[in-house]
């Protein structure tokens, strides 16, 4: 009876306090509504004062269009500008003031790199008609841009486009001087967008003058010269400082193309570009008509210099080795070094020469414009490199930095890997037919199939179902597996590109560089060591000190592959020249082992090959990737890389190949050339090298422990001999 009431009334006062929250939130929202609906009519009568309409709305509606597509330009023009100033650092100034003088393994000089320190020009020190020809040429509003020359680029721009080539360069002074500094030789859209970034970065940094006087010191001018001072001497055998107007005339012309107008080379090339710069000096006003008449009238004489050759892509390789060495701290704080190499500058030569002789032979038959090779020992050594055919033309390095597709060539790292699993062996049979991943199907060159062979004769033969088949067959029935397994054995024989994960990978269609295909053959040349690639073999200091020697203080090769699996993959890639694709490399006694390569559409095509003493890898190609005239590896690089061997391996201990038997003696013995193969001037051999490097080094302790003992009686007598008193004076004078 109690409790009914109780809950009644319970229940009645939970209802009143309900229907009161409920009337509170409905009359919360309608006076919240109803303010907002004054606000918002008190807002739209504000603003229905800046109403406007006809052209002030138009222009209203362009202005807030360019705002916002601005702060769009603005915000990717930010992003673009960071990879761009990370190639910047606190110190970067100083990182580029190495001074480094160059030797060949012998130790003869052969070229230079860096800033001068031991014998520079100041600023104020340079004629005024060099410093105002460079202007006249190449910059001539150079103190007006902020770094970019609008003006000039727009123009340049419109004469190429109506000459459907590239005829005038657009790029100012301070955008030429980034590069130098920051950037590399790529001919890409990146390097210009950071090119662009980092010149208005530099002039924001250094004054006019400061940017001009860095220019001029660090630009390549040819003949392996580095800055105006070098190029100087190279070229008129005097100071810069010392230069006639004719000569300074002749100078400011190779900064477009050094090689080209190089006056050791194309003497009546040089003085035509050097018209057209005292021509520009009087267009620019710093000169008069009469001012320059002497000098058109006497053109300037450079050093006769026709037989001298730079080896500057090797240079340019081994600076930016040495310029590691230096960042890491192991080279102290000295800046002027002097760099033993292992550069056989004869081998040099004759491959610059070969590659040339190649191309101006065969290369418009083929379509082909352009080619790179790299030598090596097989322990890292780096003996040769080519990187293009004009260094003068363009510094970009094609043996470095180019990145191509390596084809067939690529299929030892396939075939290796299929050995290491255990599975296959040189005769295991394997199936050559047709086969799908997906709705990619390879084919073999020539579209014909082989059917069931030896795993030796399908790597001769190069065939591209096979190594597909293999992929499978190394990741137990999943590609994908197979090809992450492929990838990490060429990983740790050298490749450093990005290996992308494709189907195509196990046939070559990964990006690779002709230096690190060089560098990974070198572990089938050395019995399955990893050895990296250098070129330093010692660095020495400006007091001539031995700072840092390559067989001391770097890292030891270190075993990666077994030996017997390297043999056995050497005695495979030994069928590939004897009786495969790459039968044109041949070396007459000498045991050869290597892989040919060719891409799709014949962009590119390779031969990578070693004996026991070298590794080669050669590339033809074109830099606009487009296609070759049925040039396959086979062909002219293998042909060209026989010829660069034979002359290669004239005169030299033969060595044999991992897992073969040593040479004969016939066969040990210094090869000679054949009738009619050039012949390589006789030099020491790695032995005898080795012995007279000892000798030398036995014989600077020597005289040092002669020195220091000299040094030590002149104390001991300076410490008992009487000290002079007069009287003795006196008496010597009686005497």
Known sequence: MFDGPLLSRLRRKIARSLLAFDAFVDSTLYDSSERAKENYEAFSAF????HIAGWRRVLNE????TLTIGVGVGVLALALAVPAFQETSDDWLKQQDLAVTFLDRYGEEVGRRGIKHDDSVSFDQLPPYLIQAVIATEDRRFFEHFGIDVIGTLRALTVNARANTVVQGGSSLTQQLAKNLFLSNKRTLERKIKEAYLAIWLEFRLPKREILRLYLDRAYLGGGAFGVQAAAEFYFGKSVRDLTLSEAAMMAGLFKA???????????AARARANDVLNNMVEAGFLTEGQIYAALRNPATAVDRSREASPDWYLDYAYDEVKKLAETKKLGDDRVLTVRTALDLGLQRHADATIEDQLRQYGKSYHASQSAMVIFEPLGALRAMVG??????????????ALRQPGSSFKPFVYLTALMTGKFKPTTIVVDAPICIGNWCPHNYGGSYAGSLPLVNALARSLNTVAVRLSIAIGDGSPKVGRAKIVDTARRMGLTTPLT????????????TVVDMASAYCTFANGGLRAPPYAAVEIMNSRGEVIYRHDRDAPPPHRIIEAETIATMDSMLMQVVQAGTGTRAKLDNIDVAGKTGTTNGYKDAWFIGFTGNYVGAIWFGNDDDTSMKNMTGGSLPAGTWHEVMAYAHQGIDLKPLP????????????????????QRPASLSARSAETLGALEAAIKQVQQRREDMGLAASAIDGAVKPRDNGAGKSKAGGG
Do not use: W
């Open 47 to 50: 603003m229905d004062r800046f």
């Open 659 to 678: 897992g073969r038997p040593a040479p004969t003696v016939a066969h040990a013995e210094p090869s000679a050339p054949a009738p009619g193969e050039p």
């Open 62 to 65: 362009l202005a807030c269009e």
């Open 501 to 512: 994960d494709t189907v195509s990978l196990p046939i070559g269609a990964a990006e690779v």
């Open 258 to 268: 050094p090689t080209k107008y190089a006056p050791h080379v194309n003497l009546p």
């Open 388 to 401: 293009g055919r004009d260094y003068g033309a363009s510094q970009f390095n094609r043996a470095t930095d």
